[in-house]
């Protein structure tokens, strides 16, 4: 609604408003796009330009909703999800991304499944088995590798970690 709620205040005419894309249907002027980005950037958004960073920021949001906001995951490989989802050749995303991010696509899934283990362990319900199974780790021992080297802890250890510190909150 704020997207909106700017655009029309700056007479602009869109199609569609979509998390992190609008669809404007004239051109538009420097002046009125330096209003937008003022305006814009007041609410701690940003314009973006660039198709590449445009698209990188698409892959970002792709991965993160698939991750933190998918009650499953998808079953193919990640890879052949972000082509299709995306509409460009796997190879041109990973080559782009890393090019503007630093890292590999793969890092920043392995980084954000490790952050979606960490809200598991501590907000769920759920054994570090249920993680793996819900996260498609092939095993738990895969699972635990791959946080421990991400975090330089091991998921029990994190999970003590927590409860700790929640514990320590509830007794002040």
Do not use: C, W
């Amino acid at each position: 609604m704020l997207v909106k709620a700017k655009l029309e205040r700056l007479g602009l005419h869109y199609t569609t408003v979509e998390l992190g894309e609008v669809d404007i249907l004239e051109d538009i002027t420097p002046g009125q796009r330096d209003q937008l980005n003022r305006s814009l950037k007041k609410a701690g958004l940003e314009l973006m330009d660039d198709k590449k960073a445009m698209l990188v920021e698409k892959i970002k949001n792709v991965i993160i909703e698939m991750i933190h906001y998918s009650d499953e995951l998808p079953l193919t490989k990640y890879s052949v999800f972000l082509s299709e989802k995306l509409n460009y050749d796997y190879t041109y995303l990973a080559n782009l991304f890393s090019e503007v991010r630093g890292i590999t696509i793969e890092q920043f899934i392995i980084i954000h499944r490790i952050e979606r283990v960490k809200e598991l362990l501590v907000y769920d319900d759920l054994n570090l088995t249920e993680i793996a199974d819900k996260l498609h780790y092939s095993s738990v021992g895969h699972l635990s590798n791959q946080f421990k080297k991400t975090t330089g802890l091991t998921p029990s250890h994190f999970k003590q970690m927590k409860e700790k510190r929640r514990n320590n909150l509830d007794n002040l």
